[in-house]
């Protein structure tokens, strides 16, 4: 008899053995995989223990044979504790599956539970301790350390309801008690923020419990997204209005519904603050469309002859050579051939919707944006695509002033607007006279190619049904 129980406990220990080393091997991707043979090896545990009348429900009755006593009791012991570890695992899956990362924190303290729950019974039932003793002194024990670790067990709850009402993820950007930053684990004691200058911050439970959550990332294809300019008391709100919508406009980035808006918020002693505001789908580009939102109300403000300046206004004679300074292309220039360039120029009205310049047409002026917003649309085997929109100092026709090629897209004005037209000849000479100017020229060419080409792969042709099915379609 104590040969076969030496045997048992040998084939027994290496069972539980084999369990820890496929835990490790096997890839934690295949996590059911794991549970699963998790679960067979302990069920084969079971079948060897109590086939050899070892019964986790009663303490060994061995006596003459204190080395199978001794091995019997160890197997019943490590039976409970190895349940507890299935059902933990059978848990942690099944929370996992219905509530994600998040889970694990309620999975770790239901684990504890288990734990304990197992440790007990195991005393009770294979060691036959006094269980109610053991009960009564370790509530005792539970309340002297319940109050020594108030604060701790504090976090430790906060955390469970953090994760069972979910107000935030891991992966999301959120705000916590004035702490900004992306939320990288959340566990029994704290919530872990990355800031946005690389630095991290731990946040106790208990306080995120208690304070105002902020969360960035909700709803997923919706984030806000503003801008604050401060203008003279002295110019029209109108005229600000008017020119941060079209700045509002001439980002495709901002979602159409809900629509964007601009606002003044507050009129104080000499200067009135604006609000331009909309939505983006992605929130990782935050940061660049608003930067593109300040550049393009810069731009659309001074087109419309507003300076942020408390010495007022743009004078309109100078609009001209004022725009010629906005032109990244002619930046090389002097200001006496920025002069010259300017008397030149001839503004010109379009209206909402009027085509500015036309596919395939070859222009014989190079357009130059004043105000307004032009949209540059692409032929695209079904339709037209956005390839993108253009504001004031921006240029149109450069491919007919390079070498006569017809424009490769449909360029119309989405809000009226002034541009001026340089004639082509004049501009020509200009580029033999300052070779930065054609190179700046070229440049914005290969630029604009290159958007044409990502604009239209990003809107692929829709897929023409072929087959059998198609063959009845046309009949």
Not at 25 to 50: E, K, N
Not at 380 to 405: W, Y
Not at 407 to 435: H, N, P, V, W
Not at 464 to 470: E, P, Q, R, S, V
């Amino acid at each position: 008899m104590s040969l076969f129980y030496t045997h048992l406990l040998s084939w027994s220990a290496l069972l539980l053995v084999i369990d820890a080393v496929l835990w490790h091997l096997a890839p934690f991707q295949h996590r059911v995989t794991r549970v699963g043979l998790r679960t067979g090896l302990f069920l084969i545990f079971s079948t060897l223990i109590i086939n050899a009348g070892v019964s986790p429900l009663q303490a060994p009755l061995l006596a003459d044979d204190p080395v199978a006593q001794l091995g019997a009791t160890a197997l019943g012991i490590l039976w409970w504790l190895y349940a507890a570890r299935v059902l933990t695992e059978i848990i942690g899956l099944v929370l996992m599956r219905r509530i994600g990362h998040s889970g694990r924190l309620l999975q770790d303290v239901i684990g504890a539970l288990v734990f304990l729950a197992a440790i007990v019974a195991a005393a009770g039932y294979v060691l036959e301790l006094p269980v109610k003793g053991l009960l009564a002194t370790s509530g005792v024990v539970a309340i002297v350390v319940g109050l020594a670790l108030q604060s701790t067990l504090s976090d430790v709850f906060s955390g469970i309801v953090l994760n069972t009402t979910k107000p935030y993820q891991v992966d999301d950007w959120v705000m916590i008690d004035g702490v900004e930053g992306k939320v990288l684990d959340i566990n029994w004691r704290a919530t872990h923020l990355l800031t946005s200058v690389g630095t991290t911050a731990v946040v106790p439970n208990s306080v995120a419990a208690k304070a105002k959550i902020v969360n960035l990332s909700r709803p997923s294809n919706m984030h806000g997204v503003s801008i604050s300019i401060q203008v003279p008391n002295h110019i029209r709100p109108r005229r600000v209005l008017d020119a941060l919508d079209r700045t509002l406009q001439g980002s495709s980035s901002l979602l159409l519904n809900p629509a964007p808006k601009a606002v003044l918020k507050e009129a104080g002693e000499t200067m009135s603050e604006y609000v331009a505001s909309g939505f983006i789908a992605e929130l990782g580009k935050k940061s660049e469309v608003r930067n593109q939102l300040f550049d393009l109300a810069h731009r659309h403000l001074e087109a419309a002859g507003i300076s942020r300046q408390l010495d007022g206004v743009i004078e309109p004679s100078t609009r001209a050579r004022a725009l010629l300074d906005e032109v990244k292309i002619f930046r090389s220039l002097s200001a006496e051939e920025r002069d010259r360039l300017a008397q030149g120029m001839v503004a010109q009205q379009y209206a909402a919707g009027e085509v500015v310049l036309e596919l395939e047409a070859v222009p014989d002026s190079l357009f130059v944006i004043a105000t307004g917003v032009v949209s540059a649309t692409l032929p695209d085997g079904t339709g037209q695509t956005e390839a993108g929109r253009m504001g004031p100092g921006e240029v149109m026709g450069e491919q007919s002033i390079i070498a006569d090629t017809p424009s490769q897209a449909r360029f119309t004005a989405m809000t009226s607007s002034i541009i001026y037209r340089l004639d082509k000849s004049l501009t020509r000479s200009c580029m033999e006279q300052r070779g930065e100017v054609g190179r700046a020229m070229n440049k914005l060419q290969a630029v604009r190619e290159q958007s044409s080409r990502l604009a239209l792969m990003s809107n692929p042709l829709p897929i023409k049904k072929g087959g059998f099915l198609g063959w009845l379609q046309k009949r």
